[in-house]
């Protein structure tokens, strides 16, 4: 069977929660691939999910919509429409709305941080003899 991703999958150990149902409902996975495009899910046990969820990403404090193109037990494969999109030459925006979103979040943790050296730097340092 030939390839038809459009970006390599990398291995992945990450916690997620999908969220469907006008995010009335919620249910735990594991991501164990995943690229710019897609990623596969695996749950705890068989989950009935819609054709379209919000997969949640803690670790990358990310969230991203994903439409389910197939299920295999407790594994679901989806893909990343605006993602795609973004991946096409001379495409227009893309996914604007959810990467202005990640590094106005960056910005927000780089403040912290220089806050925090900031105050590191202005502590006196006490020498013990």
Same mark, same amino acid.
């Given at each position: 069977?030939a $390839?038809r991703?459009? /970006? ?9 929660? @999908? ?5 009335? !409902?919620?249910?735990d996975c594991l991501v164990?691939? @995943? !690229?710019? *495009?897609? &990623?596969?899910?695996i749950f705890?046990?068989?989950v *009935?999910?819609p054709?379209? @969820? ?16 197939w299920?295999? +037990?407790? $594994?679901v494969g989806? !893909?990343?429409?605006a993602?795609e +999109? ?9 996914? =604007?709305?959810?990467?202005v $979103?990640?590094? $106005? /979040?960056? @910005?927000? /943790? ?6 925090? =050296?900031?105050?590191d730097i202005?502590?006196?340092e006490?020498? &013990? &003899?």
């Open positions: 069977m $390839e991703r459009i /970006a390599a999958r990398h291995k992945s150990f990450l916690r997620g929660k @999908i969220y469907f149902n006008k995010r009335l !409902s919620t249910v164990r691939d @995943i !690229s710019a *495009t897609g &990623a596969r899910l705890s046990q068989a *009935t999910t054709d379209t @969820i919000e997969l949640y990403i803690p670790q990358k404090d990310e969230t991203l919509r994903a439409d389910v193109q299920r295999n +037990g407790t $594994e989806v !893909s990343f429409p993602a +999109g973004a991946l096409e030459p001379g495409v227009e925006g893309g996914d =604007l709305t959810a990467r $979103e990640r590094l $106005e /979040a960056e @910005i927000v /943790a780089l403040k912290r941080m220089l806050k925090r =050296l900031k105050g202005g502590r006196p006490t020498d &013990a &003899a």
